[in-house]
């Protein structure tokens, strides 16, 4: 599939995104990379994703259960407060 230029960004896809993705995580040298994921993420797309990661950074996985009923403000501060206690900053 081709990369999409959007308004101001692109889009990539496959091969192209996952190149790109480690291109800017070379490039700006982040300090750990989060993350979010609800329970069925987990379990079928993480696996996918997380060997396409060409990176020495730490990488902490935040899981939350799966369904409507996990989203809502309540998750949102457990999320939050789960960033926190694992020491996540915006450095780069």
């Excluded at 960004?9 to 995104?17: A, L």
Aim: aromatic fraction near 10%; hydrophobic fraction near 40%; charged fraction near 20%.
């Amino acid at each position: 599939m081709q990369t999409i230029q959007a308004n101001g960004y692109s889009i990539f896809f496959s091969e192209t995104g996952y190149e790109a993705l480690n291109q800017i995580l070379i490039e700006e040298k982040y300090s750990s990379i989060f993350v979010i994921v609800d329970s069925h993420s987990n379990d079928y797309c993480l696996p996918q994703f997380l060997p396409h990661l060409a990176t020495e950074i730490a990488i902490e996985i935040i899981e939350f259960e799966s369904g409507e009923s996990s989203k809502n403000i309540e998750i949102c501060v457990q999320i939050w407060e789960a960033l926190t206690e694992l020491g996540a900053d915006r450095k780069v």
